[in-house]
């Protein structure tokens, strides 16, 4: 499967954006799928996770209650919705597939996209 992710940008500091995560190859479906970031210069970090039929989700404690994870299998599409973001929220952005739901582990993940840029300025 192939994920492309989309929807990163410049915002300033307490703004939204919304990131799609669209997948070809074959229906995510049955998949759990998640958002990964990574700073300039730190490591790739968990950000969310929905399961496969969107009834559960999983935050990072740092994005709790700002970003929501939704997903619309009809569309073979993940979205995070961001919220009140900050300047530490500046990262590229990956959505990941097939891994365990509460799995924070980049290495518990098997699909990866190849990430969007989001720049929070102050």
């Known amino acids: 499967v192939q994920l492309q992710a989309s929807g990163g940008g410049l915002v300033q500091a307490g703004g939204s954006l919304r990131l799609s995560c669209a997948a070809s190859g074959r229906t995510i479906s049955s998949y759990n799928m998640g958002w990964f970031r990574q700073a300039p210069g730190k490591e790739r970090d968990f950000v969310a996770a929905i399961s496969w039929s969107g009834t559960s989700t999983h935050y990072a404690d740092s994005v709790k209650g700002r970003f929501t994870i939704s997903r619309d299998n009809g569309k073979n599409t993940v979205y995070l919705q961001m919220a009140s973001l900050k300047p530490e929220d500046t990262a590229v952005y990956y959505c990941?597939?097939?891994?365990?739901?509460?799995?924070?582990?980049?290495?518990?993940?098997?699909?990866w996209g190849q990430g969007t840029l989001v720049t929070v300025s102050s």
């Open positions: 990941a597939g097939y891994g365990v739901l509460g799995n924070t582990d980049v290495r518990g993940w098997r699909y």
